[in-house]
Nanobody, 124 residues
């Protein structure tokens, strides 16, 4: 059974940083994992993704150069380091797993497994 548990969200002032974590269980060590976010009244959008078996990471244009996605294989934990946060980054952030397939951009419908989400609020 796949379980994804996010943590690390919170409130921060603009310009600050947060690191989100997603502890995964019941998933293969080599799989495609991504971070999505959804702000009130907006569609869920892909933020970043990577294949945990190695290779390039992918980012939305809005976060390139500010966010870094990474994965700790022994811990089977996905991270999202978020720097230089702005109010536009405020959203619920979700991690998700896609057992088959890769590629960018990522769509929510391609990911069958989801965490419960962690809230990020950036005040300007």
């Amino acid at each position: 059974q796949v379980q994804l548990v996010e943590s690390g969200g919170g409130s921060v002032q603009a310009g600050g940083s947060l690191r989100l974590s997603c502890a995964a269980s019941g998933v293969y060590r080599s799989t495609y994992m991504g971070w999505f976010r959804q702000a009130p009244g907006k569609e869920r959008e892909g933020v970043a993704a990577l294949y945990t078996g190695g290779g390039a990471a992918y980012y939305a244009d809005s976060v390139k150069g500010r966010f870094t996605i990474s994965h700790d294989n022994p811990k089977n934990t996905l991270y999202l380091q978020m720097n230089r946060l702005t109010a536009e980054d405020s959203a619920m952030y979700y991690c998700a797993v896609r057992p088959y397939g890769r590629g960018w951009p990522i769509k929510p419908s391609d990911f069958p497994y989801w965490g419960q989400g962690t809230q990020v609020t950036v005040s300007s």
